[in-house]
């Protein structure tokens, strides 16, 4: 059964500081992953897809994957207020836009 | 660019009755389409996904009769909540893709209460 993990938190962080979201999924042939970030009673928005292993960097956000290990990490610099809300990480498999979902790490930003 | 829209954003329907709700990919063709839902302070659940032209497919223990998904065009898939009950009152979200190995855009939502 595919699976993907994340500690649900909450992940508390003051402003400025660096918020580091793990996620770990259990498919090997998994190849592509998101984060997206949710706030409370708001529907999902895309941040980051990673595709490759390596880092991907978008502004004060940097994906992280590592395939032999199975592990995504979302790293957010200079961490805002703003950026408290629900992360969740997905994975999906080679020809599919079928998502994976893991529950969620509640991130809060204290100011 | 990547934006899907949701139609209607809340909803307050009687016990009985049905309820449509209206997803578009507004500026791309998605050839997938998801339904999702998702009870307060819980993950999303994927219902359903379709693609365009052709049935849904139903995650296990949703109910097809129930839950109507129709995918007409690429751009457009609607949900119909047949005979509604309160225990169908939860936050519907659809998401759209442009095709496989591609990303997920979700709509905003729409909030269903059965009354």
Known sequence: QKEVEQNSGPLSVP???????????????SQSFFWYRQYSGKSPELIMSIYSNGDKED???????????????????????SDSATYLCAASLRGSSTLTFGKGTMLLVSP | GAVV???????????GTSVKIECRSLDFQATTMFWYRQFPKKSLMLMATSNEGSKATYEQGVEKDKFLINHASLTLSTLTVTSAHPEDSSFYICSASPGPNHEQYFGPGTRLTVT
Do not use: M
């Open chain 1, 15 to 29: 402003e400025g500081a660096i918020a580091s979201l793990n996620c770990t999924y259990s498919d090997r042939v």
């Open chain 1, 59 to 81: 502004g004060r956000f940097t994906a992280q994957l590592n395939k032999a290990s199975q592990y995504v990490s979302l790293l957010i610099r200079d961490s805002q207020p």
């Open chain 2, 5 to 15: 829209s949701q139609h209607p954003s809340r909803v307050i329907c009687k016990s």
